[in-house]
Antibody, heavy 116, light 112 residues
């Protein structure tokens, strides 16, 4: 059975950094594109970043370009999101999702709160 | 970026009656590979999104057949043939053709 489990969220101050992880089980990350999607409290869904199966291509939404970095470790079967220079607008539940074009598998999400 | 416009944003459903949600992207969603990556998701309160429909009209395993998707070009629709109480939640369309992938604003289905 496929499982995606996010971790690493928490309460941070504006300007801080945070690294999210997504542990995959039930399948191999190798050969699978992956993404991070976020949802601000009470709001809709927003794509954040996508990474190709071999890590050679990465795509970001404009609002996080230069601040967030998506990466993966296919040996550890894990996906990561390094988030720097966080602002209040980054407050959201962050989900990892498999097969970004048409994601059927999602994690349960990890909450990131940016507040002073 | 492609804007996905959903309507209505609030949908008072009646048990046993049909309901439908419209999704209109600002440009065609046909990919170079010939597929149209238009998906529909259901999100129940406190839960992660659940995919219902992919590639316009393909229903996921375990999704009741009262859910159906249709459309082409810049006009897509999710239909529920008979609304049930468990259908309460927010429904999103999403395009996976052009980066950045984008979602509609969401349509909140409640039972009236």
């Amino acid at each position: 059975e496929v499982h995606l489990v996010e971790s690493g969220g928490g309460l941070v101050q504006p300007g801080d950094s945070l690294r999210l992880s997504c542990a995959a089980s039930g399948f191999s990350l190798s050969g699978v594109w992956m993404s991070w999607v976020r949802q601000a409290p009470g709001k809709g869904l927003e794509w954040v970043a996508t990474i190709k199966d071999d890590g050679t291509e990465k795509y970001y939404v404009d609002s996080v370009k230069g601040r967030f970095t998506i990466s993966r470790d296919n040996v550890e079967n894990s996906l990561y999101l390094q988030m720097n220079r966080l602002t209040a607008e980054d407050t959201a539940v962050y989900y990892c999702a498999r097969n970004p074009r048409s994601p059927i598998y999602w994690g349960q999400g990890t909450l990131v709160t940016v507040s002073s | 970026d492609i804007v996905m416009t959903q309507s209505p944003l609030s949908l008072p459903g009646t048990l046993g009656q049909p309901a439908s949600i419209s999704c209109r992207p600002t440009q065609s969603l046909t990919h170079n590979d010939g597929n149209t990556y238009l998906n529909w998701f259901q999100q129940r309160p406190g839960q992660s999104p659940r995919r219902l429909i992919y590639e316009v009209s393909k229903r996921d395993s375990g999704v009741p057949d009262r859910f159906s998707g249709s459309g082409s070009g810049t006009d897509f629709t999710l239909k529920i043939s008979r609304v049930e109480a468990e259908d309460v939640g927010v429904y999103y369309c999403m395009q996976g053709t052009h980066w950045p992938y984008t979602f509609g604003q969401g349509t909140k289905l409640e039972i009236k």
